[in-house]
């Protein structure tokens, strides 16, 4: 690794001294720093998965000041977007279309898209799952109650505290006051489990997880501790996957066993 002193000590980008984090070397300025705010609104529509959102059209939105934070992609208009380079008004009018289908937001999803330091929407959903299921009961948890929830240290814990104190108590009310909305946590016969699909299955692979979904419950994209079922070809298969789900406790099902438990 080259040595600090070696590279640039400002930001290209914004003039803004730099640090090292680790192996990476990264601009102080992360609230107002363009390059940043446009990689913090490129993670949102990411996660969301929102369509037509490009790279090009984000950092023309943060170049001439129509967004300078994630709440603002809200108070957006058509003419604000067909006013830019390369965006007619059928163009605009499709981009607001693809933000406002994705609202309400299930909670866990919004704020695993807010770029929180070291948690993404899984890990909140592991905040939700040991009770703190609202934004009421998220922003006034202690460092002391998130540091017992499983998957969870101090490292992870501190992140979630100092990122709603400094931005969170102001960034979700203003997301909440624009409109966005938080999708009430569905009640079903899948409620309260966990699957993480592996392998090939007859069904695609978004539309059974979102068939978890549907009926209340939760999707993992990993085997580890907590996981209810493991949706697998060959139910007693011994590859390591398999092994390592029975070995913390996790069923291992077949797809038919799943859609069974669906229906």
């Known amino acids: 690794m080259i040595e600090y002193f070696n590279k640039p000590k400002k930001c290209p980008v914004c ?28 993670r949102y529509v990411s996660v969301l998965d929102i ?43 499709k981009v607001l279309e693809t933000l406002w289908e994705k609202n309400p937001i299930p909670l866990d ?14 890990m909140i959903r592991l905040v939700m799952d040991a009770g703190f299921d609202t934004w009421d009961k998220i922003k006034n948890a202690k460092q002391s109650q998130l540091e017992n929830i499983s998957g969870f240290g101090p490292a992870k814990s501190q992140a979630i505290v100092d990122w709603v104190k400094n931005i969170g108590n102001d960034l979700v009310p203003r997301l909440f006051k624009v409109g966005v909305k938080v999708k009430e946590k569905i009640m079903g016969n899948l409620t309260g489990k966990s699957f993480c699909f592996t392998g090939a299955m ?5 539309d059974l997880e979102q068939m978890v979904k549907d ?10 501790k ?38």
């Open 15 to 42: 003039g803004s001294p730099t640090a090292m984090d680790g192996e990476y070397l990264l601009c102080t300025n992360t609230a107002t720093c363009p390059a940043q705010l446009a990689g913090r609104i490129d």
């Open 51 to 93: 369509k037509e959102w490009g790279t090009k059209l984000i950092e023309n939105l943060v170049e001439t000041g129509l967004v300078k934070d994630v709440s603002d992609l809200y108070t957006l208009t058509e003419t604000d977007l067909s006013n830019l380079d390369r965006m007619g008004e059928r163009s605009a009018q």
């Open 109 to 122: 999803v919004l704020l695993g898209a807010l770029s929180i330091p070291l948690c993404g929407p899984t």
């Open 202 to 206: 007859e069904h695609k692979r978004n």
């Open 215 to 224: 009926a209340g419950g939760v999707v993992k994209s990993s085997v580890g």
């Open 226 to 263: 907590g996981l209810s079922y493991l949706v697998i070809a060959d139910p007693n298969s011994t590859s390591g996957k398999a092994v390592a789900a029975r070995k913390n406790g996790t069923t291992c099902i077949s797809e038919q066993t799943f859609l069974d438990m669906v229906s």
